[in-house]
């Protein structure tokens, strides 16, 4: 039963994450592909630095 609810947690945490960059991104209105990087960059330095 752990192994099921690991498996879960790696399939479905990961869309949880993506989800969680595709609303930041959103929600700030980028209106370039550069924007959209920035943002990327800066979303993933506040989670990793914050150990999230």
Do not use: A
Not at 4 to 31: A, C
């Amino acid at each position: 039963m752990t192994q099921l609810l690991s498996l879960f947690n790696q399939v479905f945490g990961n869309q949880t994450k993506s989800n969680d960059l595709e609303q930041y991104i959103n929600s700030r209105n980028p209106i370039s592909h550069e924007q959209v990087e920035q943002l990327t960059r800066d979303y993933l330095y506040y989670t990793t630095s914050r150990g999230l």
